[in-house]
């Protein structure tokens, strides 16, 4: 994939996350909402390798991976994050809430209202969401 198909990704699974937020599926929307961050930081990876160059090999080991704490760091943003952090409150508890987020999360039942509702805020609030964050860096 490249880096606009990984942002057209996200795109559809936020939308898709949002539909079932809608529909009080809150185990999908958890799910979907987290990866479309996957999608979008591996889009920020995806911009910083050029076109016929040959592909570095720990950048690309370590983009293979759904640990949203190691593709923040692979994308380089790591130092970024926390500037952010420093600057919001509200955009420091966003990333606490989102970083919980693992594929290992399609097995669980005990998403609640609440926990798909906040989830779904910390990633796409206009103010200090990790979505609008990070689309500064594609």
Request: proline share 1%; with cysteine.
């Amino acid at each position: 994939m490249n880096k606009t198909e990984l942002e057209n990704l996200a795109a559809i699974r936020i939308k898709e996350a949002k539909i079932l937020l809608t529909a009080d599926c809150y185990q999908g929307a958890y799910y979907l909402a987290g990866y479309a961050l996957e999608c979008t930081l591996k889009a920020c990876i995806a911009k910083q390798v050029k076109e016929f160059d040959f592909p570095d090999k720990k950048l690309a080991n370590d983009s293979y991976t759904h640990n949203l704490a190691n593709l923040l760091i692979t994308a380089g943003l790591k130092q970024k994050l926390t500037e952010q952090e420093k600057q919001s409150k509200e955009f420091k508890l966003n990333w606490a809430i989102v970083i919980e987020w693992s594929e290992e999360s399609r097995y669980k039942f005990a998403i609640t209202k609440q926990e798909a509702h906040d989830f779904f805020t910390a990633m796409t609030d206009n103010e200090s969401g990790i979505l609008p964050w990070l689309k500064k860096y594609l």
